[in-house]
């Protein structure tokens, strides 16, 4: 599959008049696939908001090179192919909702009948079409409408490659739900999303490939799926236990957790997560599952910050 | 197709984000609150000048012609400056910027629809207030009877007037192309100072002649000043219009040539910062 971004020693680094450099992004290799959902994810401060401002041409960079769309970054053909949603994004708010998609749809040149079916329709897509919402001032929206009307306006050149910046920020579950809709049906339609959120079990749930940065630096890269995988790790999860049996699988455990009357060992390899489920049963404890450790994301976000600190 | 031929294309399309962001800013710019106050205010001078003229009596044309002209060029200043100086850095400011610069829109076509915009605003504003202006001349027009003014009164008028947009054209250039890379306080006050020490042109080039000055960094400051600043003293034809001397056409045509000329390289300037500026 061709990449639809490729970053190669991707680097950012401030310099201010007095005080030291900062290295807000280094040697980032980057390859988006084309069709997928490309998460990025990272703390705050990490090199999020610098590579997605890098990527749309709003910084430049300090060295390394980018590729986007088959198109060098910053080309107007490459911009005229993409759609943009800022962070808690802020519009011209002496507009209402038709005027402001209006106004950004014109700088693509569309223009007459095709505008307004345009804008109509991405108007209903993000549940703003009804009248009273499309004629209200933007200085009068909620954070949740600010944000859907960012989505639409996002979305209204057709764009082939759309980044989203935290965009289920603002949004109340529902609203969450259908973000997480617009996204999955973009990748249906063949376009590649640009995802960055703090939200983990959003980006679990939604995207192909992750990469993890922390203070600049690729700290975790790859699809979902070998992130996930647990470096071939196995566990057992049981319940009532007793703790003769309990002690017994301390000894061939990984790491054993406890709550509420169930029990999640996890082991190094098959044989020893089968043992441990023939001790449970042979203690009149119960097996629910057995099987090969699936982490979330989380845990292996957390795991990746915690190692590169 | 030639390539030739693909020139009006081209010239369209790249057009056209600058003509929608200069429809906007327009937009925009009429609903600002400062700009209707200033307008209101600018309009109650010009409707009193007739009341100020009626305590000159024998100079009631001079009186209303300065009052007139005089509140249009001060109200335009503060619009040209005021709205030159916030529009880019708001932009930077509430980001919005980001959303506008990662569309197809170049930094270049971005500063001209801003420019265009806040100039719009400007103009329009000058026309109305040189209608209220205009009214209030021909209300008045029975009383400047037999004044050797009246001679070429209305043409001047219309000459003062284009003038005076020309001079404002710059001052939003300047405004707009200061904007680029510094605060909005420090671009109206800069945009006030360039103004007002424009108006003292002739001096300084007079001051940096030999014989005044033995210091030779004062006497380089005082030329460069003389040939940098705009010649904003050529845009004031009132003396013209009270003695009833013409302006003539081919005077006003070399004004708004340096005008234009000026501006031009104005926001050349302000390109060359602002495209490499990250925002």
């Not at chain 1, 082991?267 to 404890?285: C, K, M």
């Not at chain 2, 005021?82 to 829109?105: Q, Y």
Request: hydrophobic share 50%.
């Amino acid at each position: 599959m061709a990449s639809a971004i490729r970053t190669r020693g991707l680097t950012k680094i401030y310099r201010g008049v007095v005080g030291p450099a900062v290295e807000a992004l280094v040697d980032l290799n980057l390859d988006v696939r084309e069709g997928t959902i490309f998460g990025l994810v990272g703390p705050n401060g990490s090199g999020k908001t610098t590579t997605l401002k890098l990527l749309l041409g709003l910084i430049f960079p300090t060295r390394g090179s980018m590729q986007a769309l088959g198109d060098e970054v910053g080309s107007a053909r490459y911009r005229s192919r993409v759609g943009f949603l800022p962070d808690g994004p802020y519009f011209y708010d002496h507009l209402n909702a038709d005027e402001l998609l209006h106004f950004y749809g014109g700088i693509f040149g569309l223009r007459g009948a095709e505008l307004r079916r345009r804008v109509d329709e991405l108007l209903e897509l993000v549940d703003m079409a009804a009248p009273d919402r499309r004629r209200r001032r933007v200085r009068e929206y909620s954070k949740g409408m600010i944000q859907r009307i960012g989505v639409a306006q996002a979305m209204i050149n057709d764009p082939d490659l759309v980044y989203f910046d935290e965009p289920t920020s603002g949004l109340d579950p529902q609203g969450s739900l259908q973000m997480r809709e617009i996204i999955l049906r973009l990748r249906r339609q063949g376009k590649t999303v640009f995802l960055c959120s703090h939200l983990l079990a959003e980006v679990e749930r939604i995207c192909d490939d992750v990469t993890i940065l922390n203070e600049g630096h690729t700290v975790r890269q790859g699809s979902l799926a070998e992130l996930l995988e647990g470096e071939g790790l196995f566990s057992v999860e049981a319940r009532q236990v007793d703790e003769a049996c309990l002690a017994q699988v301390r000894d061939l455990a990984q790491s054993v957790q406890a709550t509420d009357g169930s029990v999640e060992v996890v082991v190094a390899d098959e044989p020893r997560a089968l043992r441990i489920a023939d001790l449970i049963r042979q203690s009149g404890g119960k097996v629910t599952v057995i099987g090969k450790r699936r982490r979330s994301l989380e845990d292996v976000f957390i795991e990746s910050i915690e190692e590169a600190q | 197709m030639s390539a030739v031929s693909r020139i009006p294309q081209y010239t369209a399309q790249w057009t056209r984000p600058v003509l929608q962001i200069a429809k906007y800013t327009l937009h925009e710019a009429v609903r600002r609150r400062f700009m209707n106050v200033i307008l209101l205010f600018g309009i109650v001078v010009i409707a009193s000048s007739s009341m100020f003229a009626a305590w000159a009596p024998g100079a009631e044309l001079k009186m209303i012609v300065d009052t007139g002209l005089g509140a249009i060029r001060i109200f335009g200043l503060l619009m040209a400056v005021f709205l030159g100086a916030i529009l880019i850095p708001t932009e930077i400011e509430k980001k919005t910027i980001h959303v506008l610069l990662a569309k197809p829109v170049s930094r270049m076509q971005f500063l001209l629809g801003k420019f265009l915009g806040a100039y719009l605003t400007v103009l329009l504003n000058i026309v109305l207030m040189g209608l209220a202006f205009l009214a209030v001349m021909y209300l008045k027009r029975s009383a400047f009877a037999g004044e050797k003014a009246m001679a070429f009164l209305y043409p001047n008028l219309a000459a003062a007037l284009v003038l005076m947009m020309f001079e404002l054209l710059v001052l939003t250039g300047i405004a707009i192309t200061v904007s680029t890379i510094a605060s909005w306080v420090f671009t109206a006050v800069f945009s006030f100072f360039v103004y007002f020490a424009a108006q003292l042109r002739t001096t300084l080039g007079h001051l940096a002649e030999p014989g005044h000055y033995d210091n030779p960094i004062s006497q380089g400051i005082l030329s460069v000043l003389h040939v940098v600043l705009p010649h904003f003293e050529d845009f004031d034809v009132r003396q013209k219009i009270i003695g009833g001397e013409p302006v003539l056409a081919n005077y006003v045509g070399m004004c708004i040539l340096g005008a234009l000329l000026y501006t031009g390289i104005l926001l050349l300037l302000g390109y060359f910062v602002f495209h490499e500026r990250e925002v």
